[in-house]
């Protein structure tokens, strides 16, 4: 059975994109921070759940370490753990800044770091959850921007280095997604990307065949100008 690794799986993208698996028939683990969601989540999708911190890299290297021995291997690593904040560069505190480096752009560093060999012996994908706000500029979100930027680049430069691997990698840069992070633009659910949509992206990503390479895929929503 193949399987997969979804950080940020127990709600939003992370958990819609579980689903998705599951459904493909992929043995899954999926790690968060808040206990009592992660829980919830791996009861409905019959899944490891490991309580980690992408922040933390002995809980970085903890999570890879445990699917392995779980599922005997890796085929598909999902980094969608992250954070954001909206503000003006002139108003960031230093803090979120760092936080959003950390969670946004390190964390997947690290988890797919440790992923890597496993990858490599299974030929395996690698899907980062970016933004569009990586892609454009953003004023009001400089900090989130700036780190999904820097994730894109990650997201390029690995599915360079990995070309001889068979290891593929994709950045998933989605516009506002129907999310608790989104909540604060005031839009509606209805008028929001749904995680769905997400979900669906990646199924097609693993159904393509080891000679095309996607390395980013921006989603615009309807009705924006960019």
């Known amino acids: 059975m193949p399987s997969a690794l979804v950080t940020g799986g127990s709600s939003g993208i992370g958990l819609a994109i579980a689903r998705m698996l599951r459904d493909e028939g992929f043995g899954l683990t999926v790690a968060a921070r808040n206990v009592e969601r992660l829980q919830v989540a791996a009861q409905e999708l019959d899944a490891h759940a490991v309580a980690a911190s992408v922040l933390d890299e002995e809980d970085c290297a903890r999570m890879v370490a445990e699917h392995v021995e779980r599922h005997g291997g890796l ?14 560069i002139a108003d960031l505190s230093t803090k979120r800044f760092d936080v959003q480096l950390g969670v946004n752009l390190r964390g997947a560093f690290l988890v797919t770091r440790d992923a890597l060999p496993h990858l490599r012996a299974s030929r395996g994908y690698v899907v980062n959850i970016a933004s569009i706000a990586g892609t454009i500029p953003t004023p009001g979100l400089s900090g989130y921007g700036a780190s999904k930027a820097a994730l894109i680049s990650l997201t390029r430069s690995l599915a360079r280095e990995e070309e001889g691997t068979g290891v593929r990698a994709t950045a998933l840069c989605p516009a506002f997604v129907d999310t608790a992070m989104a909540e604060w633009t005031g839009l509606p659910g209805e008028q929001l990307i749904q995680p769905e949509d997400c979900a669906e992206l990646v199924r097609a990503l693993l159904r393509l ?18």
Do not use: H, I, Q, Y
Request: hydrophobic share 55%.
């Open 209 to 226: 065949s080891p000679a095309a390479r996607v390395p980013v895929v921006v989603v615009e929503r309807a009705g924006d100008a960019v």
């Open 75 to 88: 085929d598909v690593l999902v980094n969608s753990a992250g954070v954001g904040f909206a503000s003006t």
